[in-house]
């Protein structure tokens, strides 16, 4: 199954007016004069209107597609080239036809409408049954009106599109429109702030619709990369259907049902036999004392001799043995092999379905609605205890979960017995920063550095220098550096197997001034910190703040003295945290004889904070900035 969606009976609708249709190439003196978003004044485009309006005809779904989109800003004219993905497969599921397009510039008091020829609309294949429509619009300016309309046939009536009234772009109306049939019942549910609290609904004789209006992007802001999870949206899932006059079916009425019929995939292409991989993997050493040591040994067998491919989803696209063959899979399809393996050891092992974050859903629906779910973790009791694990990661430990499927509750898979159950991944992922700063004869500061990060912390940086070396670039390049300073020396050290922590080890030489005489030295020992700088800039936020998982950071800067002076002045002890207590900030300095000790140390207690609470957590940060940047003052020593 391709597709997914949600509840709500649609007889809860309450009835408003609907918007007037717009007519195609036909524009008002406001989409004329239109020159700036009001709610988003950087946007180099705005999508005017938007209207999808979905029938059914016998046993085929059609939705009729209107955009028109004005182009504000040069960065915008790249926007002229526009592509509709749409998916054909074998039996050509989806269909796209009747595609009309025009652009529209206003100079000079006059109007110049240019409609896009047919050379210029074009079918692509893609791959794995995807295609695309193209169309390149010509003549597109700061001020264009680009408008088209499309239809798509739909042969898949069990998960249907619905609709998505955002774009990475903002969005003065959206509308959607949808007409239902007596013989098909769904169930539907929307989702998104406006959706729930301003958006006009209707409902009359089978038709409901909904119009949204002044909507902001979808776009990427700082930890927050799972937006699209928070998109106004409305789905549709096909609930039951009438067999004859008095005869209905139902569909995916319970989670056991939809268990059941995930698991009979999994069963046809052979997952549960173990024939397959006992042939496969004969000579693998999975032998221990424990259960623990026996999964172990699976899982890096499966890391260390099977490849991951780019397929993501819940249901295999190879059999077993195609799989066992090729050597190279999809995480699931490796999730699923390490499963069996386990299976015929005498471990008990279940898949647990699971929405990531990104896939379009902030929350688990509580309905048995298959496309809440695209991927795979698997939970194994291992002597007594329960282990979630996951093949996502190539280079990821065993007993590690991808950090996208750090969700609240999944779907775990029994036969028979299929429900939803809680996801807790517990984990005390932390970084240390140990460092000594001293001043050569030169005036340079030699500074000579300690990271040991744990857990998530460590397995990021083991990430990130993996890939670094793939493509032949300098480690260092973990952290930001100033270009001026010298890399003396940088190495990571990967003991995510063995400890769950990587050490990172460097020296670098930061040039000093000219003049070796000074009166004063100033000295920030913490510029390379995660928080020197505010990663909370913009005014406003459109979304959550999501850090990813809770973790702490802890610097200790050792700063001799130099020679010929002495301390004047230093940043002093401070504890704040954040009102609900989602972050805390402690720095402490320590004065010595002939050296200062720095230490900070910034915890994230809670790792989603909810949008309302930006501005606090922006003032809190950029306190948590200033105090990491404050220097440390050195006097030069006056001869008496």
Same mark, same amino acid.
């Given at each position: 199954?391709?597709?997914?969606?949600?509840?709500?009976?649609?007889?809860?609708?309450?009835?408003?007016?609907?918007?007037?249709?717009?007519?195609?190439?036909?524009?008002?003196?406001?989409?004329?004069?239109?020159?700036?978003?009001?709610?988003?004044?950087?946007?180099?485009?705005?999508?005017?209107?938007?209207?999808?309006?979905?029938?059914?005809?016998?046993?085929?779904?059609?939705?009729?597609?209107?955009?028109?989109?004005?182009?504000?800003?040069?960065?915008?004219?790249?926007?002229?080239?526009?592509?509709?993905?749409?998916?054909?497969?074998?039996?050509?599921?989806?269909?796209?036809?009747?595609?009309?397009?025009?652009?529209?510039?206003?100079?000079?008091?006059?109007?110049?409408?240019?409609?896009?020829?047919?050379?210029?609309?074009?079918?692509?294949?893609?791959?794995?049954?995807?295609?695309?429509?193209?169309?390149?619009?010509?003549?597109?300016?700061?001020?264009?009106?680009?408008?088209?309309?499309?239809?798509?046939?739909?042969?898949?009536?069990?998960?249907?599109?619905?609709?998505?009234?955002?774009?990475?772009?903002?969005?003065?109306?959206?509308?959607?429109?949808?007409?239902?049939?007596?013989?098909?019942?769904?169930?539907?549910?929307?989702?998104?702030?406006?959706?729930?609290?301003?958006?006009?609904?209707?409902?009359?004789?089978?038709?409901?619709?909904?119009?949204?209006?002044?909507?902001?992007?979808?776009?990427?802001?700082?930890?927050?990369?799972?937006?699209?999870?928070?998109?106004?949206?409305?789905?549709?899932?096909?609930?039951?259907?009438?067999?004859?006059?008095?005869?209905?079916?139902?569909?995916?009425?319970?989670?056991?049902?939809? /268990? $059941? !019929?995930? +698991?009979? =995939?999994?069963?046809?292409?052979?997952?549960?036999?173990?024939?397959?991989?006992?042939?496969?993997? &004969?000579?693998?050493?999975?032998?221990?004392?424990?259960?623990?040591?026996?999964?172990?040994?699976?899982?890096?067998?499966?890391?260390?001799?099977?490849?991951?491919?780019?397929?993501?989803?819940?249901?295999?696209?190879?059999?077993?043995?195609?799989?066992?063959?090729?050597?190279?899979?999809?995480?699931?399809?490796?999730?699923?092999?390490?499963?069996?393996?386990?299976?015929?050891?005498?471990?008990?092992?279940?898949?647990?379905?699971?929405?990531?974050?990104?896939?379009?859903?902030?929350?688990?629906?509580?309905?048995?609605?298959?496309?809440?779910?695209?991927?795979?973790?698997?939970?194994?009791?291992?002597? /007594? $205890? !329960?282990? +979630?694990? =996951?093949?996502?990661?190539?280079?990821?430990?065993?007993?590690?979960?991808?950090?996208?499927?750090? &969700?609240?509750?999944?779907?775990?898979?029994?036969?028979?017995?299929?429900?939803?159950?809680?996801?807790?991944?517990?984990?005390?992922?932390?970084?240390?920063?140990?460092?000594?700063?001293?001043?050569?004869?030169?005036?340079?500061?030699?500074?000579?550095?300690?990271?040991?990060?744990?857990?998530?912390?460590?397995?990021?940086?083991?990430?990130?220098?993996?890939?670094?070396?793939?493509?032949?670039?300098?480690?260092?390049?973990?952290?930001?550096?100033?270009?001026?300073?010298?890399?003396?020396?940088?190495?990571?050290?990967?003991?995510?197997?063995?400890?769950?922590?990587?050490?990172?080890?460097?020296?670098?030489?930061?040039?000093?001034?000219?003049?070796?005489?000074?009166?004063?030295?100033?000295?920030?020992?913490?510029?390379?910190?995660?928080?020197?700088?505010?990663?909370?800039?913009?005014?406003?936020?459109?979304?959550?703040?999501?850090?990813?998982?809770?973790?702490?950071?802890?610097?200790?800067?050792?700063?001799?003295?130099?020679?010929?002076?002495?301390?004047?002045?230093?940043?002093?002890?401070?504890?704040?945290?954040?009102?609900?207590?989602?972050?805390?900030?402690?720095?402490?300095?320590?004065?010595?004889?002939?050296?200062?000790?720095?230490?900070?140390?910034?915890?994230?207690?809670?790792?989603?904070?909810?949008?309302?609470?930006?501005?606090?957590?922006?003032?809190?940060?950029?306190?948590?900035?200033?105090?990491?940047?404050?220097?440390?003052?050195?006097?030069?020593?006056?001869?008496?």
């Amino acid at each position: 199954m391709k597709k997914i969606l949600f509840l709500l009976f649609l007889s809860g609708l309450h009835i408003t007016s609907y918007a007037q249709k717009e007519k195609f190439g036909k524009y008002n003196a406001n989409e004329m004069a239109y020159s700036e978003v009001d709610f988003e004044p950087d946007a180099d485009a705005v999508m005017l209107f938007e209207e999808g309006v979905s029938k059914f005809y016998g046993d085929v779904f059609e939705t009729s597609y209107h955009f028109r989109m004005k182009v504000l800003k040069e960065s915008g004219i790249s926007r002229g080239d526009v592509t509709i993905p749409f998916y054909s497969g074998d039996n050509r599921t989806e269909e796209i036809s009747s595609v009309k397009a025009l652009i529209t510039n206003f100079e000079g008091g006059q109007t110049q409408t240019i409609k896009v020829e047919k050379d210029q609309i074009f079918e692509v294949e893609v791959a794995n049954g995807w295609k695309e429509v193209r169309i390149t619009f010509p003549n597109v300016k700061v001020g264009s009106i680009i408008e088209y309309t499309y239809k798509k046939t739909d042969k898949n009536i069990t998960m249907l599109d619905g609709w998505t009234f955002q774009n990475d772009i903002p969005t003065i109306m959206s509308t959607y429109s949808i007409t239902m049939i007596p013989q098909l019942e769904y169930k539907m549910i929307g989702q998104g702030e406006k959706y729930n609290t301003t958006s006009e609904k209707t409902a009359s004789n089978g038709t409901y619709s909904w119009t949204l209006r002044k909507l902001n992007s979808l776009k990427a802001e700082p930890y927050m990369k799972n937006f699209a999870d928070y998109r106004e949206r409305v789905e549709f899932q096909l609930s039951r259907y009438q067999k004859t006059l008095t005869e209905w079916e139902d569909v995916l009425q319970n989670w056991v049902v939809l /268990g $059941n !019929e995930v +698991l009979k =995939d999994y069963d046809e292409k052979g997952y549960f036999r173990t024939a397959p991989l006992d042939k496969a993997t &004969v000579g693998a050493d999975f032998e221990g004392s424990t259960e623990l040591e026996k999964a172990q040994k699976a899982y890096y067998y499966i890391q260390e001799n099977f490849q991951i491919n780019e397929e993501r989803g819940f249901f295999p696209d190879q059999w077993i043995n195609q799989l066992m063959k090729s050597k190279i899979g999809s995480p699931l399809e490796l999730d699923l092999a390490l499963m069996g393996i386990l299976t015929s050891l005498g471990i008990e092992c279940h898949p647990i379905l699971v929405g990531s974050k990104g896939s379009g859903r902030s929350d688990l629906v509580p309905f048995p609605f298959i496309n809440q779910f695209n991927s795979m973790v698997l939970l194994a009791k291992l002597d /007594g $205890n !329960e282990y +979630l694990l =996951d093949l996502e990661d190539p280079i990821a430990p065993f007993g590690y979960v991808d950090l996208d499927k750090h &969700v609240k509750a999944g779907l775990l898979l029994i036969k028979d017995n299929s429900q939803l159950v809680p996801i807790s991944i517990p984990h005390n992922s932390n970084s240390i920063f140990i460092s000594q700063l001293k001043f050569d004869e030169a005036n340079n500061l030699m500074v000579e550095g300690n990271l040991r990060q744990s857990y998530y912390e460590g397995l990021v940086t083991a990430q990130r220098s993996h890939d670094l070396e793939k493509s032949n670039r300098p480690l260092y390049e973990l952290f930001t550096l100033d270009p001026n300073w010298e890399v003396v020396d940088f190495e990571v050290e990967d003991k995510m197997k063995e400890s769950n922590y990587t050490t990172t080890n460097y020296k670098l030489r930061i040039p000093g001034p000219e003049s070796d005489n000074l009166d004063l030295i100033m000295l920030s020992p913490f510029k390379i910190a995660t928080f020197s700088k505010n990663p909370f800039t913009q005014d406003f936020r459109i979304f959550p703040v999501d850090f990813g998982f809770a973790f702490s950071e802890t610097y200790t800067a050792l700063v001799e003295i130099p020679s010929g002076y002495e301390l004047d002045d230093y940043p002093l002890k401070e504890s704040i945290t954040m009102e609900n207590g989602e972050v805390v900030f402690q720095y402490n300095p320590i004065i010595m004889n002939d050296k200062v000790q720095i230490s900070a140390k910034v915890e994230i207690r809670k790792p989603k904070i909810d949008v309302r609470q930006y501005g606090n957590l922006k003032y809190f940060m950029e306190s948590i900035a200033t105090k990491m940047n404050a220097p440390i003052v050195f006097k030069k020593v006056v001869d008496p």
